[in-house]
């Protein structure tokens, strides 16, 4: 078992910028890759970005791609995603998550953080 804490949420207007934190505890070496989700209200949650926690590897989702930069330091063991250009869109509960294989899926996840709310105003 891996234990996730995000932080770094907040409010922020439409082309502003954040970056969350995300950081790991425990069974950290039993999992090969780290990831960003998000959920809007009434909507499911979805993909934003995955990083190899092993290998130079990254994925976003298309609708954060150049806008969003995911990156780790494993000394830390704590992976960040640097929103830029941010929309109003991008309002969400944005939720960490750790991964013994390469997936990008919800259901490819084994440990997920309890989420940081991302409020960007118009």
């Known amino acids: 078992q891996v234990q996730l804490v995000e932080s770094g949420g907040g409010l922020v207007q439409a082309g502003g910028s954040l970056r969350l934190s995300c950081a790991a505890s425990?069974?950290?070496?039993?999992?090969?890759?780290r990831a960003w989700f998000r959920q809007a209200p009434g909507k499911e949650r979805e993909f934003v970005a995955y990083?190899?926690?092993?290998?130079?590897?990254?994925h976003y989702a298309d609708s954060v791609k150049g806008r969003f930069t995911i990156s780790r330091d494993n000394a830390k063991n704590t992976v960040y995603l640097q929103m830029n250009s941010l929309k109003p869109e991008d309002t969400a509960v944005y939720y960490c998550?750790?991964?013994?294989?390469?997936?990008?899926?919800?259901?490819?996840?084994?440990?997920w953080g309890k989420g940081t709310l991302v409020t960007v105003s118009s």
């Open positions: 990083i190899s926690l092993r290998i130079l590897s990254t």
């Open positions: 998550a750790a991964t013994s294989r390469y997936a990008l899926s919800v259901d490819g996840m084994d440990d």
């Open positions: 425990g069974r950290t070496l039993s999992r090969l890759g």
